[in-house]
Every structure is written in structure tokens, then in C-alpha cells.
């Protein structure tokens, strides 16, 4: 099957006529070695149709796996292996197809040939590995938020590595600033910076939001206080970093798209009573409405599992 793909890949008029997946990549321009990208919109488009039904959908995951792995091991063209992670990004990120193929990513081994004598492709290379660690991470991070969990200490730790996830994504941009100054000419990078920040600005959130409603309404959920303190400390460094990673994000054309990071604040004397172990005055119960603070993961005598708090990775666009 590879060895037919590869063949496939190498001609264009063959790939066309016996394999739909690679007619579709060469539609949409994803297989030329340029800085062009395809819009979010029309990718939707040309690929809906093999999203019918669930059968057709996983044998297209399966069969794109291993079309992506190709080009991945191909010689340079970097550019093409940036755009076929961008594509896989997409197709993560979608409400129709994010678990199946966050499973199939973490079950296949990809591995990107990112070999050149030339410093510049060296970081693009650099730049493709990285992306592929996010993306797999990214994966591993949808399985992991599906299972159950029943301890409180367990939820902490599941904040903990949403946080990493958001420094894996903001590691980028050292490599993105060596490639290029000229950010609004190369939309497949811009396209690249804009889905991992609103990826980061979403888990970000969703981390911040629920560490609010611990320490102010509920700390008493969990036991280790000095655990949670740490994890109030991470939201703060985790801050720290999204505000440079949200600057940067100014080089680009989608920047008067994209929110700046939110801020937590909680007042001393209530962190003071956590370390103390005081109890605290019981506050007002939150207005329901758009900025509503949710109970966070994990609740004492609950046995509601965690895919109840699914929230969107982006792109927050759908693949119908």
C-alpha cells in the first residue's frame, strides 16, 4: 500500500485517477511546495464529502494517515509537510471527527524527514517536528480528557498538562521568528500561528476558569492545598507567556481576529485563608449566562465524566 502511494504521489495524472485523497490535495493546492494556503472554508468544502457517512469517514482518516506519512518522509519540501500538519490540525479539531482521529494519530508512528544541508529549511524542519509533538500531544490530550477520573488530585494533574500543552504550542515562535520577517507573505505560517493561538487562548480559559471556581468557591474539594496553591502560580506564569505569545501574534493578518488572554485575579485574603486553611465566607451564588463559571472536573459524589465538559479545540470550525 505505501509502496503504491508513493508511486501515486510521484504521479500526479496516476494519484488523480485512482486515489480520491489525492485528488482532493492537489484541488486544494496542499501538495505544492509554496507559502499558499488553502482557506478553512474551501477545505471543508471539497473534503465534506467524505465525511457522509461513518464508514467513508474512517476509511478517508485511515487512508490520509498514510498519505500524510508519505509526504512527511519525503526529501525537503517543507512547506508541504506544513501544510499537510495544518490539515491534519483542521480535521483534529473538528466536533465530527476529533476523538476517531486523535485515536488513529496516537496509534501511528509519523516520522518527518527533516534532513537539508541549507540552516533555513534545517529550522523549517525543526519547526515541522515541533508542530507534529503538538499535534500528537494535542491528540493525546483529547483521549486523556474522555476517560473518567474520580479523584480530585487526578483533576489537578489533567490542569497541569493542559498547561504544558499551551507551552508545547508557544515554543513555536522562537522557530517561526528565525524563518521570517515577513509574516503577512507566507499564509501558511500565519494560518499556522493563528489556529495555535486560538488553541492555547481555549485551553488557557478553560484552565483559568476552573481554577477560579476551586480556590474561591470550593477549595475544600481538594485535599493537597499546597498542590492547588502551584497551580494558581502556573496560571500566573501561564498568563505571563500567553500576553507574549499574543503580541507576536500582531505580525499577521488575523490579529484584529483574535481575543487577548484573559486574567485571573483572586483577592489575597482569600488565598491567605487556603494557606491558613480558614474557612471561608460563603459568596453569592453565579448568575447563569454566557460568563458563567462552570463546576470545575472533578465534583465530590458525581459520577459525571469528563466528556460532559467537551469544549471546542480550534479551528472551531466544523468539517460539514
Do not use: W
Not at 508519505?70 to 509537510?81: A, G, R, V, W
Not at 508512528?109 to 500531544?137: A, F, H, P
Not at 493563528?194 to 488553541?199: E, I, N, Q
Amino acid at each position: 500500500m505505501i509502496t503504491k502511494l508513493k508511486q501515486l504521489i510521484n504521479d500526479n495524472s496516476a494519484g488523480q485517477a485512482n486515489n480520491p485523497i489525492l485528488a482532493a490535495l492537489k484541488d486544494l493546492k496542499l501538495n505544492s511546495n509554496d507559502t499558499q494556503f488553502t482557506q478553512q472554508a474551501e477545505i471543508s468544502k471539497r473534503l465534506k464529502h467524505f465525511f457522509a457517512n461513518d464508514q467513508s469517514k474512517s476509511q478517508f482518516l485511515k487512508q490520509l494517515l498514510v498519505v500524510v506519512g508519505e509526504y512527511l518522509q519525503q526529501e525537503k519540501n517543507f512547506f508541504i509537510k506544513l501544510k499537510m500538519l495544518l490539515l491534519v490540525h483542521i480535521i483534529i479539531s473538528s466536533q465530527v471527527a476529533r476523538a476517531e482521529f486523535s485515536k488513529m494519530i496516537i496509534n501511528t508512528r509519523l516520522i518527518i524527514n527533516i534532513k537539508s544541508k541549507d540552516d533555513t529549511e534545517n529550522v523549517y524542519g525543526q519547526l515541522c517536528q515541533s508542530y507534529y509533538c503538538y499535534i500528537y500531544k494535542l491528540a493525546a490530550q483529547t483521549t486523556l480528557i474522555n476517560e473518567e477520573f474520580n479523584k480530585p488530585q487526578e483533576d489537578l494533574m489533567i490542569y497541569f498538562t493542559l498547561s504544558n500543552q499551551c507551552y508545547i504550542g508557544m515554543s513555536m515562535q522562537h522557530l517561526i521568528e528565525r524563518i521570517s520577517q515577513d509574516h503577512e507573505n507566507n499564509p501558511v505560517m500565519a494560518h499556522l500561528v493563528k489556529f495555535l493561538y486560538f488553541d492555547i487562548q481555549d485551553i488557557y480559559i478553560f484552565i483559568l476558569k476552573d481554577v477560579k471556581y476551586l480556590i474561591e468557591k470550593n477549595p475544600s474539594l481538594i485535599g493537597n492545598k499546597q498542590q492547588l496553591l502551584e497551580l494558581y502560580k502556573e496560571c500566573q506564569s501561564l498568563q505571563t507567556k500567553m500576553l507574549s505569545f499574543y503580541k507576536f501574534n500582531r505580525f499577521f493578518p488575523h490579529f484584529n481576529q483574535i481575543m487577548p488572554p484573559h486574567s485571573i485575579q483572586i483577592k489575597a485574603s482569600v488565598l491567605n485563608a487556603i494557606i491558613e486553611e480558614k474557612p471561608l465566607m460563603k459568596q453569592s451564588s453565579i448568575k447563569s449566562g454566557p460568563h458563567e463559571i462552570r463546576e470545575p472536573l472533578s465534583v465530590k459524589n458525581s459520577d459525571r465524566k469528563l466528556q460532559e465538559y467537551n469544549r471546542p479545540f480550534s479551528p472551531k470550525q466544523k468539517m460539514h
